[in-house]
């Protein structure tokens, strides 16, 4: 990523949470352009010899890594329908507009986030130009089409039987498979996303079905590995979980439907799940203030509540939880959500509000494939920190008051806060679109 020659920085009189887990304490941070330097615990142990081009007094204020989010997608643009999501939105504009949300994310305290699946190939494009200073956004981990098999993933029929769609690209044999990883990561991928599992019609089972065999799971993943590449999958189902896991798969989306056979290679494995429950926890709370049915809201309902034991589980025998929020819908908009997760880990999963906080940071940077340099307020690591009024340890919605936000840095340099103005307008045909409303007759 560019940064600029910034000198050093010092942030004195911080609360600080390193992200590890540990209790908050007390102390100076001193920056060396875009890394932490040192933390000192007497601001007399700064060495004379060091000139500090800029002091930060974060007294009565909580100075800890920036959220990672590892469950984004920023090219959406928040449909309210898989309609819209595929046949409403244009590659080039798909992208302008994916500018301005990742803008919109970064001043939420979000300074990095993995999109795992993309429209086109938008999140590559948006990634590099983040990195070329071209753009400013969070740090960007991405994928790009999800792969799926014919069987339409969560979107059914709107999934062609061949060929490209939206998000997806459907693969139908074992070549294919091997020439759309290869495809991917010659475009210049992070991550390879399958759609493990997938919703069809008169389906009688909770969850979702596995739409992949064993042996399709074992050939993408061992394409992509042979390429040093990882992979993560879309998994709603038991068996979707222990076929990915036993493919080799390197991080789980969702995880729900799990049972005592996928737990137990999940944990001996250590592989990190992501269960991303923000858009399940956001449709339940606010269903009727956004016309959502009422079957839709009792499924989501139920997919937490089913889940709630194993993965508790799953998280005592040592398996790495990552805080994602699926940001991208309207149910999750961009810059609102992404503290939510860490919300339902606590009254959920019953994690201590310092837990799900390394879930949003430390472990989170799996997602970013920089677990050794973000993530955490430690000497060495990249300079992407938030400060902000009050004490997160004690209450994580505090991450989601944007008055509280007092500072977001990335690289070590300070982000304009400053609102954006609001969109004046959709664009044409980017909404989806309707003959008129429902004709009431009357007698």
Not at 248 to 261: C, F, N, S
């Amino acid at each position: 990523m560019a940064h600029k020659k910034l000198g050093y920085t010092l942030i004195t009189n911080a609360r600080i949470i390193d992200g590890s887990g540990g209790e908050p304490y007390s102390g100076h941070v001193l920056l060396n352009n875009n890394r932490i330097d040192s933390i000192l615990d007497d601001l007399k142990d700064l060495s004379k010899s060091i000139t500090i081009s800029k002091t930060i007094d974060a007294e009565g204020k909580t100075l800890m890594p920036g959220l990672i989010d590892a469950h984004c997608h920023i090219s959406f643009d928040e449909p309210s329908s898989n309609d819209e999501l595929f046949f409403h939105r244009r590659e080039g504009l798909a992208s302008i507009i994916a500018s301005q949300n990742a803008y919109k994310v970064l001043q939420a305290g979000v300074t990095g986030f993995l999109d795992a699946d993309s429209l086109y190939n938008v999140g590559v494009d948006l990634r590099d130009a983040i990195e070329s200073g071209i753009v400013q956004g969070p740090r960007m981990s991405v994928g790009g089409n999800a792969l799926m098999t014919s069987a339409g993933g969560t979107a059914g029929r709107l999934i062609p039987d061949e060929g490209k769609r939206g998000y997806g690209a459907v693969v139908r044999n074992k070549d294919e498979i091997i020439l759309e990883v290869r495809r991917q990561i010659k475009l210049g991928v992070d991550w390879i996303k399958i759609h493990v599992s997938g919703l069809v019609p008169r389906q009688t089972s909770d969850g979702e079905l596995k739409a992949w065999s064993l042996e399709e799971l074992k050939v993408a993943c061992d394409t992509a590995h042979e390429l040093d590449i990882p992979v993560v999958g879309h998994c709603r189902s038991a068996d979707s979980v222990k076929d990915s896991l036993l493919a080799g798969m390197d991080m789980i989306l969702h995880g729900t439907y799990m049972d005592e056979e996928g737990l137990e290679i999940l944990a001996n494995k250590k592989i990190p799940i992501v269960p991303t429950f923000t858009f399940q926890a956001n449709l339940i709370d606010y269903a009727d203030e956004m016309g959502a049915s009422k079957d839709y809201k009792e499924i989501f309902e139920k997919e937490i509540d089913d889940n709630i034991e194993i993965l508790k589980k799953a998280y005592s025998l040592g398996v790495p939880f990552l805080c994602g929020s699926e940001t991208g819908f309207s149910v999750t908009p961009y810059g609102d959500w992404h503290y939510r997760e860490l919300e339902v880990f606590v009254n959920k999963l019953g994690m201590t509000h310092l837990e799900a906080i390394t879930c949003a940071t430390k472990n989170a940077a799996r997602a970013l494939r920089k677990e050794k340099e973000l993530g955490m307020v430690n000497p060495g690591f990249l300079a992407d920190l938030i400060l902000i009024d009050g004490d997160p340890s004690k209450d994580v919605t505090l991450l989601g008051k944007k008055d509280l936000l007092k500072m977001v840095l990335l690289d070590g340099e300070e982000v304009d806060l400053t609102p954006r103005p609001e969109r004046l307008k959709d664009p044409s045909g980017w909404r989806v679109s309707s003959y008129s409303e429902k004709i009431l007759k009357k007698y």
